[in-house]
């Protein structure tokens, strides 16, 4: 396997890039998964929203972020007055990556640089249909995949960011010309596994971000 570029069609046509994507070889992780999980949303959407890699309710499923992270975005998303259904919403990764201890249920194991780079031609491909206004990063595997693995989430969360004049910033060249603004925030995942006294603050911290990225798109 050696990433998605040749499975990818020709086309800026989200329903035949889904359509090819469910055949994809580019890595090992469609091996174990049940099946690809593809963006969704409007190709006329200005906000395009990319997740770090579908988890197990969205493998069973098929759709991005319907399970218990999807249910914290879906909170952030309405405080924001953002619609879920007028953004499209995607993943770095579109196979699920997982661990399965011994008669247990799947746990998530986060995507490497190789599944990453390796996925990345879908998600170029699905930034030249959508040709976005803005970009949310939502965690650290989606802002090294698109801004380079110098960039810190810690460090520029919430910020409007020009990805061709940040110094921070290394953008892959197969997204260089794909790129509008971005903005980084923290995953919905990392409101889950924070403190459940803090969980409200935190998902008030991730609204007022998706809130600017979509006053700005
Ligand atoms: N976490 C993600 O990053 N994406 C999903 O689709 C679900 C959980
Ligand atoms: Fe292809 Fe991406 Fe799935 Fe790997 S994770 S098989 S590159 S769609």
């Given at each position: 396997a050696v990433g998605a570029e040749e499975f990818v069609?020709?086309?800026?046509?989200i329903d035949r890039l889904r359509k090819a994507a469910a055949d994809c070889?580019?890595?090992?992780?469609?091996?174990?998964?049940d099946r690809v999980v593809f963006g969704e949303g409007p190709?006329?959407?200005?906000l395009l929203l990319v997740g770090e890699q579908p988890g197990d309710r969205e493998d069973r499923a098929?759709?991005?972020?319907?399970?218990p992270a999807g249910r914290i975005l879906d909170e952030a998303l309405e405080q924001a007055g953002v619609?879920?259904?007028?953004v499209y919403l995607t993943n770095v990764v579109k196979h699920f990556k997982f661990t399965r201890p011994e008669g247990r249920r799947r746990l998530h194991k986060t995507p490497g640089r190789t599944e990453i780079v390796a996925c990345l031609p879908w998600l170029a491909a699905e930034l030249a249909a959508v040709k976005p206004r803005v970009v949310v990063c939502l965690g650290a595997t989606a802002a090294k995949a698109l801004?380079?693995?110098?960039?810190?989430v810690t460090r520029r969360r919430g910020e409007l960011l020009d990805p061709a004049a940040d110094p921070d910033v290394t953008v892959d060249e197969r997204v260089a010309d794909l790129l509008p603004r971005v903005l980084a925030t923290m995953h919905p995942s990392a409101v889950l596994r924070g403190r459940p006294e803090e969980r409200a603050a935190a998902v008030a911290d991730l609204a007022d971000d998706l809130s600017a990225a979509h006053r700005a798109a």
């Open positions: 069609p020709d086309s800026r046509r070889r580019g890595c090992d992780l469609y091996r174990h998964a190709v006329s959407a200005r098929g759709h991005p972020f319907v399970g619609a879920r259904s007028q801004l380079g693995n110098r960039f810190r």
